[in-house]
């Protein structure tokens, strides 16, 4: 916990510094809010404020109260005035002067606090998604067979595995290798989609080393891949933030293979930490504007007297039209929760259009 809170602490000091536009309050924000069970800090970000991603900007610490940095249900979170300027804080007194008793600091771990994002949406993501190059699927340990008399391998079976170089580690993730993400701009590949199979504990260490499956998503195969379970990668709680610069991105991919992406759904993106993309990043979702016929651009063309009658004849024969795009439109809100070198995970919080792969990301707004 006190890593976790040095961290969160260190996060927000840096970001302070970074917003020049003020935070907005909503018109008709609380005075306060009492944490309930299932709220986000995005949740409560929304209702005090109409830029919720400059959350870092409005945050004021209490040190008065227990675990300032952390915001955990039965918290009250309320608005104050410090120096003249309105800031968000946990007190611990109601407006009416009542104070709301708590459990001792001591009861409270960092496991209780509420998290940024619903983690029933992105649970699955922290630890199980992994974006990978071609050369580490193919320096990484695979299974070779296992104790049935199939070729699939599904829960409380034995697999033997090849290739293990970490003898210390116990809990081991599989995984199979997936479709490429390729750029959309540039055609660059920007990595390979590993496709998580199932998680098992060592039992044995060798050549091959015997490993039981715990628990499985899918039947496991030969040939699939097997690396130690990163448990690091479990951050629900960060603040919620704009980046410092960013030159706009796309969707590339959405999980769950759905046609039209809404609230919730969880989409790739073609920017990663070589773009200095950040978990808490919040972005603005935008609807690619359709290229459109302009009839009437057309016609005057057609009765322009300074177009030569020739190029009047072949954009007749080749039935070529004056086009006119139109603009972009936001069509909804998205905050990175997971970054690989070259693309992000990322959250939908709002779709207030229906949203579709290769619409851009931009800066939030």
Known sequence: MKKLTIGILSTLLSLSAWFSSA??????HPEFHIVQPGDTLWDISEKFLDTPWLWPEIWHVNNQVDNPHLIFPGDIIALVYVDGQPRITKTNRLPNGTIKLRPKARELSADSAISTLPLDAILPFLTSAQVVSESQIEDSPYVVGSDSDRLLAAENNKVYVRGILDEAAQKYT???????Y?????GEMLGIEAIHIAEGLKEVSGDPSVMRLKKSVQELRRGDRAWPTNEEQLRPVYFPHSPKSFDGGQIISVYGGVQQIGQYD?????????????????LSIYKKGETIVDDIATKRRQEDDSVSALTKFKESITNTKQEVKLPDELAGRLMI???FEKVSLGLVLKAEKTIHVYDKVKMPY
């Open 174 to 180: 599989f995984f199979r290798k997936g479709d490429p």
């Open 182 to 186: 390729i750029d959309p701009e540039t």
């Open 266 to 282: 969880v989409v790739v993106i073609n920017r990663g930490e070589r773009e200095m993309m950040e978990v808490g990043h919040v």
């Open 337 to 339: 929760f997971r970054t």
């Open 23 to 28: 935070a907005e309050l909503k018109q008709n």
